[in-house]
């Protein structure tokens, strides 16, 4: 009996993690975006500060070797460190409806709004 009811709770539990979540909101979306730039800044700014921190024990080394009268090789070429700047992060702007896709299809229409009538007459030009 403990072990059909186990099994049976076992089966309701992998019921409820399989569910569907619903989709992500505007705004969780963009806080995600924005997570993922300060991911990535931060991984740039590691990157910068490893890269320091290498130029100085290379220094140290080259100083340290040259002090005890030791030949060393040259150092090999490498990019300078790059530094990423403090962190900012714009988002993306919001598509106009033109781009979003907004329109009505083209089947729909069987004739262009315009008219023959002149402009001027439909809207004539308020006099102050």
């Given at each position: 009996m403990?072990?059909?009811?186990?099994l049976g709770l076992l089966a309701a539990a992998s019921a409820a993690v399989l569910a569907?979540?619903?989709?992500?909101?505007?705004?969780?979306?963009?806080?995600?975006?924005?997570?993922a730039a300060k991911t990535a800044w931060t991984g740039k700014l590691?990157?910068?500060q490893l890269c320091k921190a290498q130029d100085k024990v290379a220094a140290a080394?080259?100083?340290s070797a040259k002090a005890a009268g030791?030949?060393?090789k040259p150092p090999a070429a490498a990019p300078a460190c790059a530094d990423p700047g403090?962190?900012?992060y714009t988002p993306p702007e919001a598509k106009p409806l033109e781009a979003a896709g907004a329109h009505s299809?083209?089947?729909?229409?069987t004739s262009p709004p315009?008219?023959?009538?002149?402009?001027?007459?439909?809207?004539?030009?308020?006099?102050?």
């Open positions: 403990k072990k059909l009811l186990t569907k979540l619903p989709p992500l909101s505007d705004e969780a979306k963009a806080k995600a975006a924005e997570a590691e990157a910068y080394y080259y100083k030791k030949d060393t403090p962190f900012a299809p083209a089947g729909t229409a315009s008219t023959k009538q002149p402009d001027a007459v439909g809207n004539p030009a308020k006099k102050s």
